[in-house]
């Protein structure tokens, strides 16, 4: 038996006896006693030796990262089929580990990290119509990104991403009854779907018109 053990069965056996004594000078000498086999038990105690942790918040914001968003691309579509083309000259070089790839239903997620020393995403919240998730790929080239969407049936898309009903933009149908809520609700359907050019030429003439109004 090691020396920490014969501290261990000391301490024990004391213990037990300690509890059947009255006299204050015995409980007093044995809780001395005690005193000396615990502490040293702690110090023939091997210590465990523990990593250092990293702060909760310093973990979070290792997991935060800022990714730029890619806008550039080029798609196609055949049958159930869509292809996207993401142009990404010497991509092929980045480790595969720094590619990560989210397919659902209705949505996909392409991350990249450390790519010529930015962090880039390219992100479909909701796509067209609806996809088969677990069919659709990745395929990653020397100098490109092609993802392969499998649509869940044969329906022609538009675009990548779905699109709300339209308002009948045609003037000549504009409601009678209320002929401003109608165009009201053009050009918000116009500012809603046009690139940063439109949605610029459509703030600015609204802003005019509103000063417009507060001289009159």
Do not use: H
């Amino acid at each position: 038996m090691s020396e920490l053990e014969e501290l261990q069965q000391d301490l024990l056996e004391i213990q037990q006896v300690l509890s059947t004594l009255k006299r204050k000078s015995n409980i007093d000498y044995l809780n001395n006693r005690i005193k000396y086999l615990e502490n040293s038990i702690k110090i023939l105690t091997p210590q465990k030796v523990e990593q250092p942790q990293q702060p909760q918040q310093q973990q979070k914001d290792q997991e935060i990262l800022l990714y730029q968003g890619i806008t550039k691309y080029a798609w196609d579509q055949e049958g159930n089929k869509v292809k996207v083309f993401l142009n990404l000259e010497g991509i092929g070089q980045l480790p595969k580990e720094n590619i990560t790839t989210q397919f659902t239903s209705n949505s996909v997620d392409v991350k990249i990290k450390g790519f010529k020393g930015l962090n880039q995403r390219f992100s479909i919240k909701k796509t067209f119509d609806e996809l088969k998730d677990k069919e659709c790929s990745i395929k990653v080239t020397n100098n490109s990104i092609v993802l392969n969407l499998i649509k869940k049936d044969q329906k022609n898309w538009e675009q990548l991403n779905y699109k709300e009903k339209l308002v009948d933009t045609d003037p000549s149908k504009l409601d009678k009854q209320d002929p401003q809520a109608s165009l009201m609700n053009m050009m918000k359907e116009m500012y809603q779907n046009g690139d940063d050019d439109m949605k610029r030429t459509i703030a600015q003439a609204w802003s005019k018109s509103q000063e417009e109004k507060g001289f009159k």
